[in-house]
């Protein structure tokens, strides 16, 4: 894969999401999940992303049991922001006491010294951004982290973030069928000189072609709770409708759908775009490196966008409640 800009950093066009492994989309195998992060640096992956809440810890050890051998090998991303409460739910946390506890915890999943680019998961409603922006500055400034970033924030709450410290990296959901972005938040990050890290490019494995049908999604899989909108009854339905002219599109190209939608992402906006799809399944990850380097023309990419965007789309994103949880929303 070719590579691109992220901060002080050079890294892979496409990231490895690394929440896949321990929640979100069912049961992961743990064998096949190891020989994954073993294999991605030998695919290209120089990127990956996880976070504390991703399994409460599991994803982080993960990576830090099998790949701090090759530590030098590529740049690491983790997020803090969420803990559990006393019923263990996961609730918003973005005191600096708290930012500073769940990094010293990553540390220690990670078996790292110190990580790459520390993100704000949420804000937290009750703690001005400012503050905790301050926190993730101070363990810039004691050796624990390099740079900071926020995730599913809208345009104010980033540039008051960057007024503080330096932000060198924005995460959002962000694919063919979530433009949220495109509002604000993707023009105000050239402005300031902050990468994009998409997830869910693939729209929760929807523009692969092959998302289970609704009424086999597990409980716990995140298009049956938060994601439910675009995945449930006549909606789904609808959806699936605009599938048969998506594959005709990849067929042209003579890649896969799931590629198409990588190579669609790293088209938009330059080369501060690094999407970073997430996978249980090796050969996916491998498929997915592959289009790293696909080029789609113009054209190819303006029938994509008439295609499939938030006006072809049926659902909202989230849930209701998932909707007024993303600042990044106020956009």
């Given at each position: 894969m070719h590579q691109r800009p992220l901060g002080p950093f050079s890294v892979s066009a496409i990231g490895l999401g690394c929440m896949n492994i321990s929640m979100g989309y069912g049961k992961a195998d743990e064998a096949e999940s190891i020989r994954l992060l073993q294999t991605c640096i030998d695919e290209g992956y120089t990127f990956l992303d996880t976070a504390a809440m991703y399994g409460w810890g599991y994803s982080e050890q993960m990576i830090g049991t099998h790949l701090k051998h090759r530590r030098d090998d590529y740049v690491l991303a983790s997020k803090c922001g969420f803990v559990k409460d006393d019923t263990g739910n996961s609730v918003f946390d973005g005191s600096p006491q708290a930012i500073r506890t769940t990094c010293e915890q990553s540390l220690r999943n990670l078996q790292t010294d110190v990580i790459d680019l520390y993100y704000l998961h949420r804000i937290d409603p009750k703690v001005p951004v400012e503050d905790s922006v301050g926190a993730l500055a101070d363990l810039v400034h004691d050796g624990k982290i390099k740079t900071i970033g926020l995730s599913e924030v809208s345009t104010e709450s980033l540039r008051r973030a960057h007024a503080v410290f330096p932000i060198a990296a924005l995460q959002s959901e962000y694919?063919?069928?979530?433009?949220?972005?495109?509002?604000?938040?993707?023009?105000?990050?050239?402005?300031?000189?902050?990468?994009?890290?998409?997830?869910?490019?693939?729209?929760?494995?929807f523009l692969t072609g092959i998302t289970p049908e609704p009424e086999d999604l597990h409980e716990n899989d995140i298009r049956a709770t938060i994601a439910r909108p675009r995945f449930e009854g006549e909606n789904y339905k609808k959806n699936k409708q605009l599938l048969p002219a998506y594959k005709t599109i990849a067929d042209e190209v003579g890649c896969s759908m799931a590629q198409l939608a990588l190579a669609w992402v790293l088209a938009r906006h330059g080369r501060r775009m690094i999407p970073i799809p997430g996978t249980k399944d090796i050969q996916h990850m491998r498929e997915n490196a592959a289009a790293g380097?696909?080029?789609?023309?113009?054209?190819?990419?303006?029938?994509?966008?008439?295609?499939?965007?938030?006006?072809?789309?049926?659902?909202?994103?989230?849930?209701?409640?998932?909707?007024?949880?993303?600042?990044?929303?106020?956009?």
């Amino acid at each position: 894969m070719h590579q691109r800009p992220l901060g002080p950093f050079s890294v892979s066009a496409i990231g490895l999401g690394c929440m896949n492994i321990s929640m979100g989309y069912g049961k992961a195998d743990e064998a096949e999940s190891i020989r994954l992060l073993q294999t991605c640096i030998d695919e290209g992956y120089t990127f990956l992303d996880t976070a504390a809440m991703y399994g409460w810890g599991y994803s982080e050890q993960m990576i830090g049991t099998h790949l701090k051998h090759r530590r030098d090998d590529y740049v690491l991303a983790s997020k803090c922001g969420f803990v559990k409460d006393d019923t263990g739910n996961s609730v918003f946390d973005g005191s600096p006491q708290a930012i500073r506890t769940t990094c010293e915890q990553s540390l220690r999943n990670l078996q790292t010294d110190v990580i790459d680019l520390y993100y704000l998961h949420r804000i937290d409603p009750k703690v001005p951004v400012e503050d905790s922006v301050g926190a993730l500055a101070d363990l810039v400034h004691d050796g624990k982290i390099k740079t900071i970033g926020l995730s599913e924030v809208s345009t104010e709450s980033l540039r008051r973030a960057h007024a503080v410290f330096p932000i060198a990296a924005l995460q959002s959901e962000y694919s063919l069928w979530s433009r949220t972005p495109e509002r604000k938040i993707l023009s105000a990050c050239e402005e300031l000189d902050v990468a994009f890290v998409p997830f869910s490019p693939l729209a929760r494995s929807f523009l692969t072609g092959i998302t289970p049908e609704p009424e086999d999604l597990h409980e716990n899989d995140i298009r049956a709770t938060i994601a439910r909108p675009r995945f449930e009854g006549e909606n789904y339905k609808k959806n699936k409708q605009l599938l048969p002219a998506y594959k005709t599109i990849a067929d042209e190209v003579g890649c896969s759908m799931a590629q198409l939608a990588l190579a669609w992402v790293l088209a938009r906006h330059g080369r501060r775009m690094i999407p970073i799809p997430g996978t249980k399944d090796i050969q996916h990850m491998r498929e997915n490196a592959a289009a790293g380097d696909i080029v789609l023309d113009d054209e190819i990419v303006s029938r994509l966008d008439a295609l499939i965007n938030e006006s072809t789309v049926v659902g909202t994103r989230y849930t209701e409640a998932g909707m007024k949880a993303a600042d990044s929303e106020r956009d």
